[in-house]
């Protein structure tokens, strides 16, 4: 989930996905496997998938649910427990060659499952920085992430303390 995270907030200023490369970095980071073409219409394709996975994270547990429906009946996703390199098994629903923003989609669709049936969906939230509209992934156990990145966290404590200061 927090690949999917990070997919939706690299479209906010600036853009951090415009680069073959930045992808190349994701896809490593990540630990994607599977087919990666490395070319601009990989990039674009993955770069269209951000709105999509925006609205499934941002969504009410119904809408959530229907969104979940049909990324994986638009895929054709069929689950399988797979093992490879030093990952032990764990859930892939395409196949590896599925190009990326289909593994993407179908990836966080599956992820989205758990968070739906154990009515987890709190756990993400627009950030609370005004000129931000990240999304919070917040595996807290208090529940008390409010800003999407330390950046937008800092920005606002700065601000907090010059208020103060007046």
């Known amino acids: 989930m927090v690949a ?14 415009t680069e073959i490369a930045q992808l190349d970095e994701f896809f490593v980071r990540h630990v994607y496997t599977g087919a990666h073409a490395r070319d601009a219409g990989e990039l674009g394709a993955v770069r269209a998938l951000r709105p999509r996975l925006r609205r499934l994270l941002t969504s009410d547990r119904d809408e959530a649910v229907r969104l979940v429906n049909e990324i994986l009946a638009e895929h054709r996703a069929v689950p399988q427990l797979v093992r490879h390199g030093d990952i032990d098994y764990h859930i892939h629903a395409v196949q590896p060659d599925a190009p990326l923003d289909v593994r993407i989609a179908v990836e966080t669709a599956m992820a989205m499952i758990d968070f739906i049936r154990t009515d987890e969906l709190t756990r993400f939230s627009i950030c609370a920085d005004s000129s931000c509209a990240g999304i919070v992934f917040d595996t807290s156990r208090n529940r008390s992430r409010r800003y999407c990145s330390t950046t937008c966290g800092n920005r606002n404590a700065v601000a907090a303390y010059r208020a103060r200061r007046k």
């Open 4 to 17: 999917a995270v990070e997919l939706v907030n690299s479209a906010e200023e600036p853009d951090t996905m």
